[in-house]
């Protein structure tokens, strides 16, 4: 028996359904691996853009200031 299913294809005596049920965990592989990419690519967006605001924040609060007369701040009330 070949540990290659779709070397069965060669064979024409084995059902078409066989080689095909023998190709399932390959495909199943492979949408798990496009799936942890996807993860990777979307944790790797988030970070980014955590990054670009934490960088830009205070260069935009300048340009306010100085543009439109400062930008209102919220700030935490302490409550006693």
Do not use: Y
Request: aromatic share 8%.
């Amino acid at each position: 028996m070949n540990a290659f299913p779709l070397l069965k294809l060669a064979r024409p005596a084995v059902p078409f359904m066989d080689v095909v049920r023998g190709t399932v965990p390959f495909v199943g592989l492979s949408t798990l691996g496009v799936l942890l990419l996807l993860a990777g690519q979307i944790a790797f967006v988030a970070n980014l853009a955590g990054l670009l605001r934490a960088f830009l924040a205070p260069i935009c609060q300048t340009f306010c200031a100085e543009c439109c007369g400062g930008v209102p701040v919220a700030k935490a009330e302490v409550k006693s």
